[in-house]
């Protein structure tokens, strides 16, 4: 189990730039897949972005991908998401995720955080 906290979610414009943060406990956080979902309201949680756990290797949802960039920081316990160009789309509750597999569907991850807004308005 690790637990995680993501941040820096907020209301942005169109075409701005927004990075969000994932902090986890460090007991097993270095052994962990970590991954991005994001959902809004009345549409099933969508799998955004993965990265494996030495930080060579990610994944990306082909409505992202360009866009959107996913790294890690072992020695912070700390999992970002750089989000550039956002479009209206993307808005939703984010969430980070940690698993064991390099998957990309939601069963992939046992761990979850409480998940962080992301408006992008035009």
């Known amino acids: 189990q690790v637990d995680l906290l993501e941040s820096g979610g907020g209301l942005v414009q169109a075409g701005d730039s927004l990075r969000l943060s994932c902090a986890a406990s460090?007991?097993?956080?270095?052994?962990?897949?970590i991954a991005w979902f994001r959902q809004s309201p009345g549409k099933e949680r969508e799998f955004v972005a993965a990265?494996?756990?030495?930080?060579?290797?990610?994944s990306y949802a082909t409505s992202v991908e360009g866009r959107f960039t996913i790294s890690r920081d072992n020695a912070k316990n700390t999992v970002y998401l750089q989000m550039d160009s956002l479009k209206l789309e993307d808005s939703g509750a984010y969430y980070c995720?940690?698993?064991?597999?390099?998957?990309?569907?939601?069963?992939?991850?046992?761990?979850w955080g409480q998940g962080t807004q992301v408006t992008v308005s035009s």
């Open positions: 460090e007991r097993t956080f270095s052994s962990s897949v």
């Open positions: 990265i494996n756990r030495n930080g060579n290797a990610a």
């Open positions: 995720a940690a698993g064991l597999r390099f998957g990309a569907r939601p069963s992939d991850f046992g761990s």
